[in-house]
């Protein structure tokens, strides 16, 4: 009986993580999205010298978010998400309007995909 | 490459921890729901094992998940009869009296050449020397032969026995076990007093000593030190 209480408490802790680190990522893309509309408007005013400033802060930003990410997300679309980054950045950088937006619209998908993918719904659990 | 190793061994830890956890029961015959779980662990541990892309801890939940599952499981079996019914299942009477349960056959779609097949396998050539046949829960069938047809045993000829325990074990390989020898109040100067008299003056030297019930001790030396 005392494995079982002992299995059990485990469990709950973890299933508490996991409720825990879905609230988290939740919260954290959110805030990247929010920023990632900010450079989008700031594309749009054709302010490209702030949206470079904003874009590689939200650089820094990702990193220091989705450090522990790859602990829990598949590496694969961590690394994607890190490329689409930097292809972006240096979008921003050439002021080629057409491509930042493309690129900024699929990192947009990209990093809301993230809680999609763990969020508890009936279209994950099948 | 290196993670490769150290997640191997991580999950490989943790299945053996998950298998000791869910009790000596799985090295022996698996109920069904067990054998799910063995095949679950082993498709579980193999995927980020081989896959370094795949978080470790999407196997670590899962195996643990598994782990809490079966032990819930084995307990409820414990607790309830009705529960252990349903999640084991019972035991079919296949040959009941000497007769063959034709209908419990057909259930369970298990055929006469099985049948035969598995008696013989028990020693048992002939299938009308069997009073009953049991289908046990983990697939094993148990076989009660008929009493005309089952070895004598000293009871049968009124033949009194003497106790026959468990020889204690002493050594092993060189290593005195120290605590059997204090469940039967010896020490180890008198296992060194009596392996002196067969002209032995190192415990490291003997392979294997038991002592049985009649205090008869039984020794081999290691074939380097004979």
Redesign the interface.
């Known amino acids: 009986?005392r494995?079982?209480l002992v299995?059990?408490a485990?469990?709950i802790a973890?299933t508490a993580l996991?409720f825990w680190t879905n609230h988290l990522l939740e919260s954290a893309t959110a805030e990247l999205v929010h920023d990632l509309d900010g450079i989008a408007s700031q594309i749009k005013q054709q302010d490209w010298e702030y949206a470079l400033a904003k874009t590689r802060e939200l650089e820094k930003d990702w990193e220091k978010k989705a450090g522990w990410w790859?602990?829990?997300?598949?590496?694969?679309e961590m690394d994607n998400i890190k490329f689409a980054l930097a292809r972006f950045k240096e979008y921003v950088a050439a002021r080629d309007s057409a491509l930042a937006r493309g690129q900024l619209s699929e990192l947009r998908e990209m990093i809301m995909h993230i809680p999609e993918k763990e969020a508890l719904s009936l279209k994950n659990l099948f | 490459m290196i993670l490769g190793i150290l997640r191997t061994l991580i999950l490989f830890f943790l299945v053996v921890l998950g298998l000791r956890l869910m009790g000596k029961r799985q090295v022996g015959q698996l109920q069904p729901y067990e054998l799910v779980i063995i095949i679950m662990l082993s498709a579980l541990a193999a995927i980020p094992m081989q896959n370094t892309g795949v978080p470790l801890v999407s196997g670590l939940v899962p195996i643990l998940t598994l782990i809490l599952v079966h032990v819930a499981l084995s307990y409820t079996a414990l607790k309830s009869e009705r529960a252990r019914g349903i999640i084991c299942g019972t035991p079919s009477v296949l040959i009941e009296n000497g007769k063959i349960i034709e209908s419990e056959l057909t259930r369970l779609r298990y055929n006469i050449n099985d049948l035969l097949e598995q008696l013989r396998s028990k020693n048992i050539p002939n299938i009308a020397d069997v009073e009953y046949a049991i289908l046990e829960t983990s697939g094993h069938l148990s076989v009660i032969p008929k009493s005309q047809k089952r070895p004598v045993n000293p009871e049968d000829l009124n033949l009194s026995t003497k106790y026959e325990g468990l020889p204690v074990t002493l050594i092993i390989d060189g290593y005195v076990f120290r605590k059997n020898l204090d469940r039967i109040n010896l020490s180890e100067d008198w296992l060194m007093s009596e392996l002196r008299k067969y002209n032995l003056h190192n415990l490291k030297d003997v392979l294997f000593a038991s002592l049985d019930t009649e205090g008869k001790l039984f020794f081999q030396v290691k074939s380097r030190a004979g």
Do not use: E, I, R, S
């Not at chain 1, 790859?70 to 694969?76: E, F, S, V, Y």
């Open positions: 009986m494995l079982l299995l059990l485990v469990f973890v996991g790859p602990a829990l997300l598949d590496h694969q």
